[in-house]
């Protein structure tokens, strides 16, 4: 099994920056990719940010590209989201998804809230 943990949720104000991260534990080796999604009080879950997990194969949703950068540690087993240039509309909770051979695990989530 893997598991995943987010953390690095917060409240902001417009324009400013966070960054959260996804730390895999368990059958590590079994990681494809990681992607991010979000998820706001009455919407459906939207795709955020993908990496491969050697570090390539990044997409962004046209939502946040050019403000949000998906990266690897690769001295840790860990995925970040910086998030830059931050907008109310960007509040909701954040998860982290890992897929591999034929399975996908999701995180417990992270609150990014956008207030002034």
């Known amino acids: 099994q893997v598991q995943l943990v987010e953390s690095g949720g917060g409240v902001v104000q417009p324009g400013g920056s966070l960054r959260l991260s996804c730390t895999a534990s368990?059958?590590?080796?079994?990681?494809?990719?990681v992607r991010w999604y979000r998820q706001s009080t009455g919407n459906e879950r939207e795709f955020v940010a993908s990496?491969?997990?050697?570090?390539?194969?990044?997409g962004y949703a046209d939502s946040v590209k050019g403000r949000f950068t998906i990266s690897r540690d690769n001295s840790k087993s860990t995925v970040y989201l910086q998030m830059n240039s931050l907008k109310p509309e960007d509040t909701a909770e954040y998860y982290c998804?890992?897929?591999?051979?034929?399975?996908?695990?999701w995180g417990q989530g992270t609150q990014v809230t956008v207030s002034s």
């Open positions: 368990g059958r590590t080796f079994a990681i494809y990719w």
């Open positions: 990496i491969g997990w050697s570090g390539g194969s990044i």
């Open positions: 998804k890992a897929g591999g051979a034929g399975t996908a695990y």
